[in-house]
Each structure stands twice: as structure tokens, then as C-alpha cells.
């Protein structure tokens, strides 16, 4: 993928307002901040049985932390618990390290973070969520 489709996708996630909410519903509510950046976000995560059924966010940040957001419930909705986790380690693996992590097709917008690891202070941002909601699941297992 080239840089410009990469800037493309995370615009994208930036603007997307699909798992922008707070739901009263949630089963869980987590919240993640950063404080070398300012982000603060909150995760809503809704099961159904050991599903997740429904994923969202509020909060602010940088456009990286939003973004991430949105890729983050994009991929972990309709996930068990098993699954998430195993995709969140993977996004963070991509990020944290040099090995070569791939995703499916469904999941490649993921791909487009990869741009962030030339940025090392821009890595918390992107993973904020991820580390956030992480906890959250373990916290349920
Ligand atoms: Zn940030």
C-alpha cells in the first residue's frame, strides 16, 4: 500500500462517526488516557453471551488516537473475547516490533497504522485504545 492511501484510510477512520457514541447499554466502560498527548478515550463494550455485540468510543484526541479508535471497533465487532484479543496482540505486535504481521482482507485497513511507527511518540497514540480495550476483556475472561 502506498502512503497516500494509508493517509487515506486513517482520514477516513478520523472522520467516522459509525462507532462514535456512548452506549447506556455497554456492558463494560473503560477508560484509557494518555497523557503524553492529551487523549482520553472511553470504550463501551456491549457482549452478548461471550460476543461482542456491539463496540464503541467518546472521547478526544489526536487524529492517530481517533482513527485507532474506529479501526479498533471496526475489527473487534462480532469478535469472542478469544478472537479480540488475539487481533488486539497482533495490531500491537505490528507496531511494537519489526516482524511481519499480516492481516485478512477484512482487516486490512489495519495495515494503514504501520505508517506510525516512523513517529515513536505518535505509537501511544495509536495504541491507546487498543491497550484500553485489552484490559477491559481480560477483565471479563
Ligand atoms: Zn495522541
Known amino acids: 500500500m502506498s502512503d ?3 493517509r487515506e484510510i486513517l482520514l477516513d477512520h478520523y472522520k467516522s462517526t459509525k462507532h462514535r457514541f456512548e452506549n447506556l447499554e455497554a456492558t463494560s ?3 484509557g488516557k494518555n497523557p503524553l498527548c492529551g487523549d482520553t478515550i472511553t470504550v463501551y463494550t456491549q457482549m452478548d453471551g461471550d460476543k461482542i455485540s456491539k463496540i464503541s468510543y467518546t472521547g478526544h484526541g489526536c487524529s492517530i488516537s481517533m482513527a485507532s ?3 479498533m471497533c471496526e475489527s473487534l465487532e462480532g469478535c469472542t473475547i478469544d478472537e479480540a484479543i488475539e487481533r488486539i496482540g497482533r495490531f500491537k505486535k505490528m507496531l511494537l516490533t519489526d516482524e511481519e504481521v499480516e492481516f485478512s482482507d477484512d482487516l486490512s485497513d489495519l495495515e494503514a497504522m504501520t505508517g506510525v511507527k516512523k513517529y515513536p511518540v505518535r505509537i501511544k497514540c495509536a495504541l491507546l485504545v487498543w491497550n484500553t480495550v485489552e484490559q477491559q476483556l ?3 475472561r
Open 4 to 6: 497516500s492511501l494509508y
Open 29 to 31: 466502560k473503560e477508560e
Open 69 to 71: 479508535s474506529s479501526m
Open 138 to 140: 481480560k477483565g471479563m
